[in-house]
């Protein structure tokens, strides 16, 4: 979430006092589901990597659990820096929770296979 790059009031304003635009530290979790699918997951905050680690195994509830608390401190994150919260956050827990349904009379178990940034 960043301030439009083509605000050239802004541009200027950044390039007058050598500021940088203000962007929050995105990344995207890649999860394997036991269907062997691999969603993109994305966080607007760095928070998601205090909850899973690279090649962790969570049980689906445990998973679907951490997601939420997760998901919802990067968007509480991104509220305390703009003044709203962030949009992307809850849409992908939305899509998170939905795919879980898929696995839930199953002893599933999630992978994370790793993050980007």
Do not use: H
Not at 5 to 27: H, I, K, Q, Y
Not at 48 to 55: L, M, N, P, Q, W
Not at 83 to 112: M, N, P, S
């Amino acid at each position: 979430m960043k301030p439009n790059g083509n605000d050239s009031r802004l541009n200027l304003f950044l390039s007058s006092t050598g500021l940088r635009e203000a962007t929050v530290p995105e990344v995207v979790f890649r999860v394997r589901w036991p269907d062997d699918s691999v969603n993109r997951c994305y966080s607007p905050s760095t928070v998601v990597e205090d909850y899973f680690r690279t090649g962790g195994s969570y049980p689906l509830t445990e998973f679907v659990a951490l997601s939420r608390k997760a998901l919802t401190e990067a968007s509480e994150r991104v509220r305390e820096r703009y003044g709203y919260g962030c949009a992307q956050a809850a849409a992908q827990l939305a899509d998170i929770e939905l795919k879980a349904t898929e696995f839930a009379d199953q002893q599933a178990r999630i992978v994370v296979e790793g993050f980007e940034r």
